[in-house]
């Protein structure tokens, strides 16, 4: 974002408006497709429930995902044209393309609306029940951009709500009933995200953070911190009852115990990502999780042990 500002100003001059090719890039900017990577977890209930592989319900789970990329980066459009002016007060997001003058914010709001209007109508050509939940993820969205996100507690849980969704539109696409223990993992694990976020914000910006975030001017660090410990232990006693019931759901009551075996890098991972927060390192989650080699290696043997697990019967 930093060299799009930088390119501003070479191609166009001070204040001079941005070319087209320059402005493509800060709408890609806008968009956010490192973002993207959350949409995984929309395979999170495909995959616990076994029915990966099966064509037309992969397709299904694949629509999904992309769907959700585009009300996503939807809303970040919208999220962008309204904290303009507050961006502009943070270190790094005042490079953003509106905040920078790279994509006017009129024109940011209109194609947000436009795409989550659009991953609306078509999700609605899979199930309606999908475009529920993605119109509750709009609902939120425009509820969080224009009052919530100044209200405490409120705007943690909006952003954490967007990550429950996600999980429970990828049961809803392909007809498979989604664990009430996987729900609370998503949602704890979601919140400590979140959280973690907040207190890297809080420590880095100091008494100044209100300028960019107000919730900041209320947040206090033992706050952050107590919010942060529940949700983490929140999340590995879900994610401990959710690995019994899976087996016992599947009917893997004579199999290895490849189930209870995923709790440990599950309970690792949410120990060393904590950790990790309190060092100030949890501002930007989805760079931390795609740069900490522990975080990558705990997820792939997470990953092959649940594998293992629901499909090796």
Same mark, same amino acid.
């Given at each position: 974002?930093?060299?799009?500002?930088?390119?501003?100003?070479?191609?166009?001059?001070?204040?001079?408006?941005?070319?087209?090719?320059?402005?493509?890039?800060?709408?890609?900017?806008?968009?956010?497709?490192?973002?993207?990577?959350?949409?995984?977890?929309?395979?999170?209930?495909?995959?616990?429930?076994?029915?990966?592989?099966?064509?037309?319900?992969? =397709?299904?789970?694949?629509?999904?995902?992309?769907?959700?990329?585009?009300?996503?980066?939807?809303?970040?459009?919208?999220? /962008?044209?309204?904290?303009?002016?507050? /961006?502009?007060?943070?270190?790094?997001? %005042?490079? $953003?393309?509106?905040?920078?003058?790279? #994509?006017?914010?009129?024109?940011?709001?209109?194609?947000?609306?436009?795409?989550?209007?659009?991953?609306?109508?078509?999700?609605?050509?899979?199930?309606?029940?999908?475009?529920?939940?993605?119109?509750?993820?709009?609902?939120?969205? #425009?509820?969080?951009?224009?009052?919530?996100?100044?209200?405490?507690?409120?705007?943690?849980?909006?952003?954490?709500?967007?990550?429950?969704?996600?999980?429970?539109?990828?049961?809803?696409?392909?007809?498979?009933?989604?664990?009430?223990? &996987?729900?609370?993992?998503?949602?704890?694990?979601?919140?400590?995200?979140?959280?973690?976020?907040?207190?890297?914000?809080?420590?880095?910006?100091?008494?100044?953070?209100?300028?960019? %975030?107000?919730?900041?001017?209320?947040?206090?660090?033992?706050?952050? @911190?107590?919010?942060?410990?529940?949700?983490?232990?929140?999340?590995?006693?879900?994610?401990?009852?959710?690995? &019994?019931?899976?087996?016992?759901?599947? $009917?893997?009551?004579?199999?290895?115990?490849?189930?209870?075996?995923?709790?440990?890098?599950?309970?690792?991972?949410?120990?060393?990502?904590? &950790? =990790?927060?309190? %060092?100030?390192?949890?501002? @930007?989650?989805?760079?931390?999780?795609?740069?900490? $080699?522990?975080?990558?290696?705990?997820? =792939?043997?997470?990953?092959? =042990?649940?594998? #293992?697990?629901?499909?090796?019967?």
């Amino acid at each position: 974002m930093v060299q799009l500002a930088t390119n501003r100003t070479a191609a166009g001059g001070r204040g001079g408006p941005p070319g087209p090719a320059l402005r493509a890039r800060g709408l890609i900017g806008v968009a956010r497709p490192r973002q993207w990577t959350k949409n995984v977890l929309v395979f999170a209930a495909p995959v616990a429930a076994g029915v990966v592989g099966n064509g037309a319900l992969d =397709l299904r789970a694949l629509a999904t995902s992309a769907l959700f990329c585009l009300v996503a980066s939807g809303s970040y459009f919208v999220n /962008d044209a309204l904290d303009a002016e507050a /961006d502009r007060a943070h270190p790094l997001k %005042r490079s $953003r393309p509106v905040a920078a003058g790279l #994509v006017p914010a009129r024109l940011a709001i209109g194609l947000g609306v436009a795409l989550e209007v659009l991953a609306v109508g078509l999700s609605g050509l899979l199930t309606w029940r999908l475009a529920v939940v993605l119109g509750v993820y709009v609902g939120v969205q #425009v509820a969080y951009n224009l009052r919530l996100k100044q209200v405490p507690v409120w705007d943690l849980v909006c952003v954490a709500s967007g990550f429950v969704l996600r999980a429970i539109a990828g049961g809803v696409a392909v007809a498979v009933p989604v664990s009430q223990w &996987f729900l609370i993992v998503a949602t704890f694990g979601s919140l400590l995200m979140v959280t973690g976020k907040r207190l890297a914000e809080l420590l880095e910006l100091g008494e100044g953070g209100g300028a960019h %975030r107000k919730t900041l001017e209320d947040y206090s660090t033992t706050f952050l @911190r107590t919010v942060l410990a529940i949700s983490a232990a929140g999340a590995s006693i879900g994610y401990a009852l959710w690995a &019994f019931d899976l087996r016992t759901a599947l $009917r893997h009551d004579a199999d290895p115990i490849w189930f209870e075996l995923s709790i440990v890098p599950v309970l690792v991972a949410l120990l060393h990502y904590t &950790f =990790l927060v309190e %060092r100030g390192e949890g501002a @930007r989650p989805e760079r931390l999780v795609l740069r900490d $080699r522990s975080l990558q290696a705990l997820g =792939l043997v997470w990953a092959v =042990l649940l594998v #293992v697990g629901v499909y090796g019967h």
